[in-house]
């Protein structure tokens, strides 16, 4: 079966503009999970959705947002981009077996 | 004090070796406990999955989980080239909890 769909694999944004991340999960999987990873802070949760619901959320900013659709694909969303969000954001799918992740968006603020 | 501890290497061994990856962890309330192989450009690959303590075995794998000491390992008997990677160990309390914290990851080469 497929796995966990991210798109794009890699995004270049100037500092102060937004992005929109995209993740589809396993089919019949309906929580999806954000985590933001980067050399110095590791892998580290951004938020958690189970149908349409955020359930928890990280210790990151507002400007990182997130929604989830009723066919559980989801969307994250970084406004104000700074150098510092440069990163892997990588979306995971859970079920009663873990957590599968996708290969993630490298996103680049330059 | 990090909640999740793991030491970062890089760890070089000859193929054939046995591996041993470690992490400490300090909230008592984990209970699910996971090993994740993540090769360069990748997301993370799910290896192995624990609830408890215990031991767990696949193929060439083994995860032991010790919840007294707060610790738990990974061994990789027979290692091969294709083993170099990163490995991260993750955890979380189950429940109403749906948030994995993770190590930093220990970067495993597996010398021909």
């Known amino acids: 079966k497929a796995g966990v769909t991210q798109t794009p694999r890699y995004l270049i944004k100037t500092r102060g503009q937004q992005v929109t991340l995209s993740c589809s999960p396993i089919s019949g999987h309906r929580s999806v999970s954000w985590y933001q990873q980067t050399p110095g802070q590791g892998l580290q949760f951004l938020f958690e959705y189970f149908s349409e619901t955020q359930r928890n959320k990280g210790n990151f900013p507002g400007r990182f947002s997130g929604r989830q659709f009723s066919n559980s694909r989801s969307e994250m969303n970084v406004s104000t981009l700074e150098l510092g969000d440069s990163a892997l954001y990588l979306c995971a799918s859970a079920s009663s077996g873990g957590y599968t992740f996708g290969s993630g968006t490298r996103l680049t603020v330059v | ?112």
């Open chain 2, 1 to 112: 004090q990090k909640e999740v501890e793991q030491d970062p290497g890089p760890l070089s061994v000859p193929e054939g070796a046995i591996v041993s990856l470690n992490c400490t962890y300090s909230n008592s309330a984990f209970q699910y406990f996971m090993w994740y192989r993540q090769y360069s450009r990748k997301g993370p690959e799910l290896l192995m999955y624990t609830y408890s303590s215990g031991n767990k075995e696949d193929g060439r794998f083994t995860a032991q989980v010790d919840k007294s000491s707060k610790y738990i390992s990974l061994f990789i008997r027979d290692s091969q080239p294709s083993d170099s990677a990163t490995y991260l160990c993750a955890m979380n309390s189950g429940g109403s909890n749906y948030k994995l914290t993770f190590g930093k990851g220990t970067l495993l080469t597996v010398n021909p």
